[in-house]
């Protein structure tokens, strides 16, 4: 066996195609004819073709590893080789072709920098060649090598090898693949795979190994958007604190600035280490271990992205799923949904049509079937830090989990944040008034004024959410680090969400210093009225009803609002009072005009 270089470019390739098209073949010719098969291998392949009665080497048997599959002579399971030439190195997919076994296809193409699809020069293009393609398509797979195989069977006609092309490129004109390549081959006889073929003159083209080893695919990696998820903290003693992860997108360096999110906090890279060596820079895909200049707060889940530069957060999406279990997917229906190093529950909002991969036409449906693939909109109920799947693979994917058994239910593609439109109280639907400011500013005393002038003079539903209440209760195993702060919000943003879908007002008081936050709980409410209550520091220290400025001050009380810990007032709050400047009753109008105004009474 060769022996090649381990630091030559990878490049993951998946081969599809319709039942007995040749894939297998293709992969067995391919390591053949490269002299990359071992002497044992090959000895139980051709003992194996005697035995079925064959006059000639199979080399399908190289991938078709599985007794089943032998016997049927079809790919059940998708099969994983592993190719060196001098330029490349590659990880083969051969996956199945029966529609049954899409999973597995989309599995092996989820990750595939190229695709090869397969093609019966007898047959043509075929419904389950457009499904192949639709997926490739769909999955972001940027080349496409069409192999139209048999020739031999067809007199290596030239005619039937446009017409078939042209077919192809009148329905690929459907789908946003930027590189598609036609070969003519065989891969019983050899022609056109690794060697030129003297039967097909006409074909002036690359061969099927030329392409391979020249496709472009550098450029397909996103190095300008920076992205880490946290996967794990590392912290072997009190020196050292480090951040570890794949980086799935763009590149970075010592002394770059940084924001940790949700969180938003800002530091500097410290230090990069890959491959327990201290490095300058680190890219995608890189696994490293960061450290900062500064003690920030992060855990597995969070991302780190450089700070002129974010990711989108936001928790209802318009996705793309391609569901794989029997159990169809329904609306209404909770799974656990796993992207990136984040895991949480997420609720099917609706399915909003699915995909004739045939014809490519939209179809209304109630429900997403195994091996269907549609539209559909989700809730998340903790936020996703993302990009959209066009921008980042990695970033823009997910899996969702059936909780029943743990089983792997659907793979789906982030399209964008769903666009809610801005709905009024119309008797069916309530909202959230978010009280937020320093500790002391009044924001409970005035919450507690507005819940009780909209109780006496306008009867509607309330409920009354207020934050040291909160503490105690659904909240009382959390404490006051940003990431225990992040998790108080999205159980309160949960439990306003479904008050409000049910008609209710929720009046909500929490200090909810971080911005970012706020935001994402007004996008998983819907109708959010932010009150800014604004008083300067220095007045809310004077009035500190509780004393907790005083500990704070003290060094008793870390991580304090005020103090310790900085407030982000909020960009464009609905309402803005200012309690050291007008009175309790001031304020209240002020709000209850507003509220007014906005159509919420």
């Known amino acids: 066996m060769k022996q090649y270089n381990p630091n030559a470019e990878l490049v993951r390739l998946v081969i599809m195609g319709s039942v007995d098209d ?5 992969i067995g010719r391919l390591f053949y004819d490269l002299g990359e098969i071992y002497q044992d291998q090959l000895e139980a392949i051709e003992k194996a073709s005697k035995k079925g009665g064959l006059d000639f080497i199979d080399l399908s048997l190289l991938t078709d590893g599985l007794s089943a599959e032998r016997e049927q002579k079809i790919t059940i399971d998708a099969a994983y080789r592993y190719l060196a030439t001098p330029k490349r190195r590659f990880i083969v997919a051969d996956v199945p072709g029966h529609e049954q076994y899409t999973r597995n296809m989309a599995t092996g193409a989820s990750l595939a920098n190229l695709a090869i699809i397969m093609v019966d020069a007898q047959k043509g293009l075929l419904p389950q060649s457009k499904r192949h393609l639709f997926i490739s398509s769909l999955l972001g797979v940027r080349h496409v090598l069409v192999a139209i195989n048999k020739m031999d069977l067809v007199n290596y006609d030239q005619n039937i090898f446009e017409k078939i092309k042209d077919d192809f490129s009148a329905f690929l004109a459907k789908l946003n693949i930027p590189d598609i390549a036609f070969i003519p081959v065989s891969s019983l006889k050899g022609d056109m795979i690794v060697e030129r073929s003297d039967n097909m003159p006409w074909y002036q083209g690359a061969t099927a190994l030329n392409y391979l080893e020249n496709v472009e695919i550098a450029n397909d990696i996103n190095l300008l958007d ?7 903290v590392i912290r072997p003693d009190q020196n050292f604190r480090g951040y570890a992860g794949r980086i799935e997108g763009g590149t970075i360096k010592v002394g770059e600035k940084v924001k940790i999110l949700p969180s938003g906090k800002s530091t500097k890279i410290k230090s990069i280490i890959v491959d327990r060596e201290n490095k300058e820079y680190a890219f995608s895909p890189q696994n490293a271990v960061l450290t900062m200049e500064d003690e920030v707060d992060a855990s597995r889940g969070d991302m780190i992205a450089r700070e002129n530069n974010l990711p989108e957060i936001g928790n209802k ?3 793309t799923i391609c569901w794989m279990k029997e159990d169809a997917l329904l609306p209404n229906k909770s799974y656990i949904l796993k992207q990136a190093t984040k ?3 997420c609720f099917i909002d609706k399915i909003l049509y699915k995909i004739n991969t045939d014809s ?4 209304d449906c109630n429900a997403l079937n195994q091996n269907e693939i549609g539209r559909v909109t989700i809730t998340t109920a903790s936020p996703l830090i993302f990009d959209s799947y066009s921008k980042n693979r990695n970033t823009g994917s997910f899996i969702i989990i059936d909780e029943n058994d743990g089983s792997t239910a659907g ?3 982030i399209l964008r944040k769903s666009q809610t439109t801005e709905i009024k109280n119309s008797g069916k639907e309530g909202f959230t008034l978010w009280f937020t400011g320093l500790p002391s500013s009044g924001k409970s005393t005035l919450a507690d004024a507005v819940t009780k002038e909209l109780n006496e003079k306008y009867g509607i539903p309330l ?7 909160v503490r105690e209760t659904i909240c009382r195993d959390l404490g006051f680090s940003s990431g225990d702060r992040q998790k108080n919000i999205e159980r309160i943003a949960y439990i306003a969400k479904l008050l409000t879908k049910h008609g209710v007002a929720v009046i909500t008081s929490f200090v909810s210093p971080n911005r970012q936050v706020r935001n994402w709980a007004r996008q998983v409410i819907g109708n959010f009225v932010e009150v800014y209550v604004k008083c300067p520091v220095e007045e809310c220290i004077k009035r500190d009803p509780k004393g907790n400025y005083k500990k704070a001050l003290s060094g008793q009380i870390a991580q304090f609002t005020g103090v310790s810990d900085n407030y982000e ?3 464009n709050p609905e309402i803005v009072v200012e309690t050291d400047k007008e009175d309790i009753s001031q304020c209240t109008n002020r709000i209850i005009a507003s509220l007014k105004k906005l159509g919420y009474l």
Request: with cysteine; proline share 6%; aromatic share 8%.
């Open 22 to 26: 040749g894939k297998s073949t293709f």
């Open 226 to 232: 920076f992205r880490m998820p946290v996967q794990l």
């Open 317 to 319: 999406f318009e996705t």
């Open 343 to 345: 895991t949480c529950r």
């Open 360 to 363: 490519l036409h939209r179809q």
């Open 411 to 413: 793979a789906g593609m």
């Open 463 to 469: 409920e009354r959410l207020d934050g040291d209440a």
């Open 569 to 571: 007032e909020p960009d």
